[in-house]
């Protein structure tokens, strides 16, 4: 039997990278769709095609659609940075939404059927409960959050038009670095709290930023939910295979749904660590929210997914030694 062909988008960034060697290891056939613009072409596994071009360009997302035919899309592609993406809104919305629309416009026109998407907590906005369901309303507070919200609502519309099934997954935040210390986490900048941590662990940064201390927390610092991102790309396997055996179009939470102070996480990694943390305190971020937590029951029940990794301390440590390869 031949193998099913997935195409991976963003497949050479942190997420991507870990999610083409997950699928190659189930027995899949992958290629990364990756313009390398805050990609690693060595994070790529070698076992995958790397096509590289922009999602921007139709004409060469419809040549690789052409060349390759396939059964199935994950597509990680974006930017992700919320203050940038406050700063500089339309590069947010050409490149998350109009350049993902050539993505979907691809599909229809090769006959592909099957989208799982990385959507995110952002498009929730300020909780008015946590921990966060499904069904919170959605309100984001920055044109990344709304160029998320805007793609789901446009995953939507494709399925009702023209049967395009896809399952958006809403990560809270990933974390962690696959347990072999091969693939990680290297954003530039780092705009991500465990891995900054580890760098100031490390010496490579003088000291981690606390913004504020007064929110209404245990610490008084906000509480965040982490989740491994080989959790994530198990979910994203499941959702995979529900897709190609039929599923309908659904959106899930992906988080442990155990919040952690920032100075939780400090402290965690002075322990796994052992070494001396520095930190300084700034004022709050504007629309940062106190505490998101992730209500995580439906794809539990949906798929019977479970995070593997809910200790802090073992995210953490595959970080740590990612961190110090
Ligand atoms: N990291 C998190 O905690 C987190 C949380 C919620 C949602 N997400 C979502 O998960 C996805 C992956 O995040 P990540 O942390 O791996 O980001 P990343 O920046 O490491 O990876 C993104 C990849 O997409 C590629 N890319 C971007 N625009 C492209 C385009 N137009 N054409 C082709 N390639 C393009 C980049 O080169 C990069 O390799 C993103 O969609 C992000 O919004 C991430």
């Known amino acids: 039997m031949s193998k099913l062909k997935i195409m991976v988008t963003g497949g050479a960034g942190y997420i991507g990278s870990h999610m083409t060697a997950m699928l190659i290891e189930r027995g899949y056939e992958v290629v990364v769709f990756d313009s390398l613009v805050t990609g690693h072409k060595d994070a790529v596994s070698s076992n995958a ?9 139709h004409q060469s997302v419809e040549d690789c659609f052409s060349r390759y035919r396939f059964d199935a899309v994950m597509h990680f592609a974006s930017f992700i940075q919320v203050n940038e993406s406050v700063r500089d809104p339309a590069k947010y919305y050409k490149n998350n939404v109009a350049a993902g629309l050539n993505l979907l416009e691809a599909m229809r026109k090769f006959n592909t059927k099957a989208l799982v998407f990385s959507s995110s907590a952002s498009i929730y906005g300020e909780p008015q409960a946590v921990p966060i369901g499904i069904d919170h309303p959605k309100n984001p507070l920055n044109p990344y959050g709304r160029s998320k919200l805007i793609f789901e609502n446009m995953l939507h519309d494709y399925d009702i038009a023209y049967g395009l099934k896809s399952i958006s997954l809403r990560y809270f935040n990933a974390a962690g670095a696959d347990p072999s210390g091969l693939l990680g986490e290297r954003h530039d900048p780092e705009t991500h709290l465990i891995p900054l941590v580890l760098q100031v662990a490390a010496g490579r940064r003088k000291h981690i930023e606390i913004f504020g201390n007064d929110y209404p927390t245990k610490d008084g610092t906000c509480i ?11 979910a994203h396997i499941l959702a995979l295979e529900a897709l190609l055996q039929g599923y309908g179009s659904a959106a899930y939470n992906i988080g442990n749904g155990a919040g952690y102070s920032v100075l939780e996480v400090i402290d965690a990694a002075k322990r796994v660590t052992g070494k001396e943390i520095a930190t300084v305190l700034s004022p709050r971020r504007a629309g940062d ?8 029951s ?13 200790d802090l301390a073992a995210i953490i440590r595959h970080a740590w030694a990612w961190e110090t390869r």
Not at 49 to 57: M, P
Not at 224 to 234: M, N, S
Not at 289 to 296: K, M, T
């Open 298 to 310: 439906s794809i539990k029940k949906a798929f019977k997914w479970q995070p593997k990794y809910t």
């Open 289 to 296: 929210p106190g505490a998101l937590v992730a209500d995580a």
């Open 49 to 57: 095609d790397l096509f590289v071009s922009d999602l921007a360009n």
């Open 224 to 234: 965040r939910d982490y989740i491994h991102v080989v959790d994530l790309c198990e």
